[in-house]
């Protein structure tokens, strides 16, 4: 009787251990993969964000465009003020061409500071240059042209505009906003990085976020902001 209880209590403690060691071989093989879905889920939520702020930043573009005639020094800096909450934090070096600090409402507004004091040309502008670019899609020299009888103005006039599709493309400022978004998660940027408009500089990891926006002008186009 006395050796059958200890056989038991062997065979039980036998299975207890094969089961023991079957859970940790299960949890060796879930848990990296679980801790990538959530490491990816993070990753999806900072893209999604930064698309949003893209889309903001077309429309900051635009709506400075057409109360500025057009100027697209201003265009840029309205875009990259609006996408800063998206950028890397770090301390504002400008010659060191590091990220700005964007961690705190202070900060962010130091870096807004930082930005607009920047000359062009410097570490700091090139790496905002280099981020985010803005782009006068129309109305085009050719067009203004055109609709000028050959000749470039100097002012493009915003009101008196006709009814024809051409006239209305003259009084509408259309501006493209890319941006070079820093994929920061460890472990799926690579992967992120590997789809549609990913790209590889250095040793970091970006995607590609476009967004176009169409305004119609409220102030005179200066034809030498065009391109």
Known sequence: MGRTIRA?????GALLDEERGSALVEAAL?????????????QLTLLHQARISTEYAAYCAA???IV???????????ARFALLPTMP??????EAGRPL??????????A????SAAEEGSALASDAARRVRVEV????????????GGSLPEEAPFDGVGETPEERSAGELTVRVTYLYELRVPAVSQLFALGRGGEKLGDRYYQKLESTRSMRLQSDLFTRNLP
């Open 8 to 12: 038991d209590v062997a065979g039980v």
């Open 30 to 42: 879930v848990l990296p993969l679980m801790v990538l879905m959530l490491l990816g889920l993070l």
């Open 63 to 65: 709506r400075t465009g």
């Open 68 to 78: 500025w005639n057009g100027d697209l020094a201003r265009m840029r800096r309205a």
């Open 89 to 94: 934090r770090g301390a504002a070096e400008p």
């Open 101 to 110: 600090a964007v961690d705190s409402p202070a900060a962010l507004a130091a």
């Open 112 to 115: 807004q500071a930082a930005l």
């Open 137 to 148: 899609l129309s109305p085009s020299r050719d067009e203004l042209e055109k609709l000028h």
